[in-house]
Each structure stands twice: as C-alpha cells, then as structure tokens.
C-alpha cells in the first residue's frame, strides 16, 4: 500500500473515484435509499402456537429482537390463503391471512407492534400467477372457451391433430412443460393454460383490464392497513407477448448461446413499464415513502435499472452481485457496473447474500469461489449425495462478504437467520422435501428446502426454541441449537456481534447514503474502497497483507466495537474497516 511520505497517510492519488455521496450528488433523502431490510420467511420465523409452522404472532413476539439489529424494515414472504404446493407463492385470496399464520386482526397487532418499535413492514406480491385454486382460476375452469373469466388467465387451444400438443415449447422454472390441458365441463379434453412455474400456480393474463383492477385494489387493501411497500415477486414476469411464440432459450429467461435475454418473450415486455407507473402513481396518495422493490432477474444491470426510475418502482435486487464468483476481479465489476448502473437513473442499488431461493451464502462459500458442487444449478439445493461444503471456511467468509456488502453505499436485504451465520441443511432426506421442484423433476433438481430451515433461538429443545412442543414442518440439523440467538447474544466475538456493530456503523457513519472510490494499493489479491471516510479491505488471496497504522472499527475475525486497536495485517478470507483518516 503506498503511503504519503508528507502525511504518513494512504496516497489519495490510488483513489479512483465511482460516486459522490447521496448528498453531494442531490439524490434525495427518501429512508429506501440506503436502508437495511430483513427478510422474514414466516413459515420458519417462529412459531407461536406449537403447531410446527411459523405463524404472525411469532413474529410479533420477537420484533424487538430484530429491532436490535438496527434495520429499517422488515419484509414478510406470502402468509396469504394458500395450499402451500409452492411455499406460499400459490396465492389463493391476496386479500387475507392464511389460518396457518393466523389473522388479519394478528396482522393488524403486528403492525402496530412494529410502528411502535420503529420497524416499517413490506409484503410480498405475487403478480404473475396465482394458486388453481384462488376463485378468479375456478370461474374460468367452470366457463367456456373464450368467456371473459378464462380471459383473466393464459388460456390456448393445443396444436396437433386434436389439440393434444402444448400451445408453444416454453418450459416450467420448476420442470418439464409450462402448460397444462384441463378437462373441460362435458368431460372433453379441453384446452391448455400457461404456468411459467408449477402446474397449481396458472399464470394472470395481463393484457385483461380486469387483472389490473384486481392488483389495484389488493395494493390499496393492504396500504390501508399499513404496509411500507411491497416486493413484486418475479417483477419482469407480469406481460408476455401476445403471439406466445417458441423460446429455444433458457426458462428463466436468462442469456444463453444464440439465445440473449433481452429477446425472452415471457420476460421484460414493455407493458411492463406503465402497470409499475400506476402503481407508483397509487404509492403516492399515501403518506410516507413506500416501496416497490423488483425481484427480477434481468442481466445486464442497464436494463434492469430501466424500470427503478422515479415514477416506477424504487429498488430492485441485485441477483447479479448475488450470484458472482468472490474473487477480485468478478466482484470489483459487478460493484462498480451496479453503482454506476443505477446512479445513471438516480435510484440505489441493491445488495443481497442470501433469500429463501437461494442456497444460504455461509454454504456457498464452503465452495471455491462461493460457488457450489458440480452439477447444482443456481438456486438448487445439497443434497447428500453432493460433496459437502467445509463450513468453518463458509462461515469465515460469510462474516467477511458481510462486512463488505454492509460498507457499500444503497439499500441491503438480509435473509433471517444470515445474522446467526446460519448455512443450509445439506443432508434432508428426500422425504421430507416439499419444494415443487424435487418433485417435478422426480428428484433430479432438489430445491429450495435447505435453507428454509426452521430458526432457532434456544440451544436446547427439540426445536431449538422455534417452539415449544417440538414440532416441525421441516427437521433442522444436528447441532442447530449451537447457532441459537439465546447463545451469541452476549458473545462479542459471535456472528450475531458482528451484524450488530457493522449496522451500528453502518448507520452512525452513514454508508447507506455514502461515497465511493476504489483504493488500488494493495494488490490483485486485495478488494479495497473508500466509502466516506471508512476505508473497506477484504483480503481474497492466500497471503497476510500488510496494512497501515488506522484504527479499526470492526474486522471480520475479531469483533471489536467501541474499542479502536491499531491495524497490522489482514490475513487471507477477512475483512476489516479502517478509519481512513
């Protein structure tokens, strides 16, 4: 690292500056733009009522607990009605509470709780399909080919001879097809409807006026209650084109050879832009500052910015930092390609680790690269039969890639439980699974299951606390108890500490809002930047890194709030903030 020999200081003249502070550059002061999230899957949060499933009163009885974390909003995934064929995102009636979570009254109760703790609540929206068995999906199933009901959802006559062949070639993001025939009412075989993912899950048509008024009075329905905002489950999804022609792509959408993204006929239709303009435009009767985050998985990061403007949604998540190898040179791009990306349209970016789509990041990183076993696709889960992840280097660079992504400037998610150092279950036997995507693909892709765990909160029961009768819809692992809150609450050195005091940083010293430049004087090895005046190195290569005489605010190895030490060497998988004087 090169130093001043005038000011014993680091040599500005490394710096390469990528952005000024939201301040400097007049961004806005809106609390989204550098907030911090908390992911809440409700089914596995913590169970009230004992009977196995995670439930609203859960929630609220442990507020204060994630209060403590000093985030800004928490975001619940689907407690709606729900036959629960894919974890809650087969929504039956998006205007109530599943008896499994509870009520609209525990709702309401939940709400409130958080207004008084300072908490803001967002939803999940689930726009594209719904549950086969939601009313809008019976109506069109009892009606006649061509009948306004069917006309709400993606209904086609099949091709061949007598109709027996599936409209177009598109495939399911779960497995095999993405349509399926129905029977129609005197008994024949009928036509065909779209699900882009499991067959109980039949996709809205959006080109139906009808469905637009639908979703707008599901928004205001829940904005009268109170909500924050709402993320847009598969955002990019909503409008397909209207010829439904084949795709020989990727189901999901993403590039493949000879087949770009942007050319998806399922994925980013232009339609698009004016339903998020009227619900931005709807956000805007109510007080306050609320949200629309996009979960899209659009590449590259120029076009997914395209819809976070200011009269559209406000965030969107950022799969592509996600999903990249942690290396250098990987890293360093998709950083400086995401600031710069959305600062061109004055909106934050986005960062994230770990959802409940994805395997935990504290397992990934068990991997070389954070990558996984040959053979997992992105978003499948471990299995036994997979090579195992060395946890005590996942969880090291966990804590690491932690500190570096909450000393980014912009908005940061949090997966429940990530702050616990929580990784997946890789060894759930097979019959226990319940993700649609094992079953779909009879056992060839494993799904999702593994990293939504069941939380603990107490080393000891049957159910590490997340109840009291030792039920549970998915088992946890051998020694889940030893990640228990109740256990690193007063540890200093735990990753629970860590979180804490790097939130506490992170909003004393306003990196949400901040600046950043790159610092090049550590080597190819090194990942280093500037962000107000906090100096960021994470070491990535297999060798100790001499650093200069700052004092420490926290390093990834040895937790260390309130109690400044002067800085020696960064040893290889952590990460360390220094006060860059």
Known sequence: MSIDAATGLPDTANLIHIRQSDEEAHRGTEWWRSSVIYQIYPRSFRD???????DLQGITAELANIRELDVDALWLSPFYPSPQRDGGYDVSDYRD??????????FDTLIARADGLGLRIIIDLVPNHCSFEHALFRAALGSEPGSAEREVFIFRNGKGENGELPPNNWQSHFGGPAWTRITETDGTAGQWYLHLFDSSQPDFNWHAPVVHEEFEQTLRFWLDRGVAGFRVDVAHSLVKHPELPDWGGRADGNSSEGFPGHEAPMFGQPELH???RRWNAIMREYDGDRVLCAEASISPVERLADWVRPDQMQQAFNFAFLGTKWEPESLRSVIETSLRGFDAVNAPTTWVLSNHDVVRHATRFG???GGRPDGIRDGDGIGTGDAQPDTQRGLTLARAAAMLMLALPGGVYLYQGEELGLADHTELPD?????PTFARTDGARLGRDGCRIPLPWAQHGETAGFNDTGASWLPQPTGWGNYARSEQQNDRRSTLSLYRAALDQRRALNLGSGSFAWYDGFGD????FVNREVLVVMNLGSSEVALPGFDVLLDSDNVIPGTPKTSHTLVPEQCIWLRFK
């Open 431 to 435: 019959e226990v699974r319940q993700d």
């Open 97 to 106: 509470v599943d008896p499994m979570f509870g009520t609209l009254e525990d």
């Open 525 to 528: 090895d090194v990942l280093a």
């Open 48 to 54: 009230a009522n004992g009977d196995g499933e995670g």
């Open 367 to 369: 991997y070389p690269h």
């Open 274 to 276: 004016d339903i998020y």
